[in-house]
């Protein structure tokens, strides 16, 4: 299990495997993370799919939970495969726990994961106000995607990729991956 100390109030997390009991309480922090970047509820009410967390997902994918001393969630995130690519799911930090290192501790051990099962890279289809936290936590942009919402219909989603430092790299490439929550 990875545990790390964070800076006060909140002194220490540790990082678990999700439950799926806990879809309901993933499913909140998915819903307020997104909302924190003041998305309009139309916005918000076209990501409804993908922000939603099913049992079902959280027993198939990797997924992880950061919690505090009590066991609440402060965090999670979720990797998919099809065996050869990866793809960051879902990486939603509760919006009172934000910038106090859950996001890269949750992300970190996420990697770790897919590097472990021979992952050569980490692809992300980035909220376009996250991809300064992707940046500083190693990815590179490899594209960029239309990603309209109601209030900017010019809006644009960065695509970024972690490379893991294996042979046989190829992250452009990504066929067959599911829709996004960005
Ligand atoms: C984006 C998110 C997952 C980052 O998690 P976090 O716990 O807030 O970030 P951390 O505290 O771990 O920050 C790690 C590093 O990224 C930097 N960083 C964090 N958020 C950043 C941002 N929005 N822009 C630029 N840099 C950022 C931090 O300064 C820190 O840098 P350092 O390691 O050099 O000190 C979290 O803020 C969040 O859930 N945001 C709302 C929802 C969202 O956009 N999720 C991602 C969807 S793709």
Known sequence: MYTQNLAEPQSSMIIREARPTEAPALTEIAFAAKRYWGYSDAAMAQWTRTLTVSARSIARNPTWVAADATDRSLGFCMVWTDGRAWELEHLWVAPASIRRGIGKALLSTALQFARARGADSLRIDADPNAEGFYL????????????????????????LVIDLGSPNQDAGTNPGLPSSTT
Do not use: H, L
């Open 136 to 159: 500083a936590c190693g990815a590179r942009r490899i594209g960029m995607v239309a990603g309209p919402i109601p209030e900017d219909s010019n809006r644009m989603r960065p695509i």
